[in-house]
C-alpha cells in the first residue's frame, strides 16, 4: 500500500466538492480518460453506495465504486477489473486544520492493488503506482494553489 499526504490550501468542503465531481478526476489523475456516474451523468458521486464507469487511458475500463464516503472527511473507492481478478482500492482522508491564512486539508491518499492479478502488479509496476499517487496528490494540491 501507498499512503501520502499533504496539506491542500482549501478548507475540506471544498476539496470534497472538489473531488466529488467525475469531470474533474481527469485532471488530478490524468490515467483516467472517463468517468461517469452509473446514469451516465456527470453529478456529484462521492456518495457511499455510488457506482461510476471509468475509462483509462491504457484502454482498459472498470467499475468505481464507494463502498464509504463520509462527506468532507473520508471516503473509499474501488476499482474492479477482470471479474474483481484486480482492484484497485484508494482511500482520502481529509482533515482540518487551523493555519494564518484559515482552515486548510490535511490530506492524506493511499492506494494498493489487490487481488490475484492485482497483486502481480502491485509488485511488477510498484514504481508506476508510487508515482500515480504521488502525482494525484500534487495534481489535487496544485489546484488548490492557483
Not at 470534497?16 to 456529484?44: C, F, H, M, Q, R
Not at 491504457?58 to 473520508?74: I, L
Not at 482533515?95 to 487481488?115: A, I, L, N, R, W
Request: aromatic share 12%; net charge negative; glycine share 10%.
Amino acid at each position: 500500500m501507498v499512503h501520502r499526504s499533504d496539506v491542500i490550501q482549501a478548507p475540506p468542503e471544498a476539496v470534497w466538492s472538489y473531488l466529488s465531481v467525475p469531470k474533474n478526476w481527469p485532471e488530478w489523475d490524468p490515467d483516467i480518460t472517463s468517468i461517469v456516474e452509473g446514469d451516465g451523468t456527470d453529478e456529484a458521486v462521492m456518495v457511499e453506495g455510488s457506482k461510476m464507469a471509468v475509462q483509462f487511458s491504457n484502454g482498459m475500463a472498470g467499475t468505481c465504486n464507494f463502498p464509504v464516503a463520509e462527506p468532507h472527511k473520508f471516503c473509499r473507492w474501488e476499482f474492479s477489473f477482470f471479474a474483481g481478478l484486480m482492484k484497485g482500492i484508494g482511500t482520502f482522508t481529509l482533515t482540518p486544520q487551523e493555519s494564518d491564512d484559515g482552515t486548510v486539508t490535511k490530506f492524506d491518499y493511499t492506494f494498493s492493488m489487490e487481488g490475484f492479478v492485482g497483486s502481480i502488479m502491485s509488485v511488477v509496476g510498484n514504481k508506476a503506482i508510487i508515482e500515480g499517487t504521488e502525482n494525484g496528490l500534487a495534481n489535487i494540491a496544485k489546484h488548490f494553489a492557483k
